[in-house]
């Protein structure tokens, strides 16, 4: 997921780039560039991932708790 989301967002900046500031095309520049961009988001995806599954855990945990009574007799 991380990869195709990485895929698609910089190649929609890039072809933006392109249209909007009239850069010109160069392919094996962008994708060694998409290539470095996309191997550093999957390892920052692989470290971070767990904490926040801890995290939302943690969270799920707090709220699923009968500390509410919701008998009023």
Do not use: D
Not at 21 to 28: D, F, K, P, Y
Not at 47 to 69: T, V
């Amino acid at each position: 997921m991380t990869v195709g989301a990485t895929l698609i967002c910089e190649t929609i900046s890039y072809i933006m780039q392109i249209i909007i500031l009239g850069t010109s095309v160069e392919i094996l520049a962008f994708l060694k560039i998409l290539a470095i961009e996309i191997l550093y988001n999957t390892l920052i995806v692989i470290i971070i991932y767990p904490l926040i599954q801890k995290a939302g855990l943690l969270l799920e945990r707090i709220f699923n708790e009968k500390n509410i009574l919701t008998r009023y007799y």
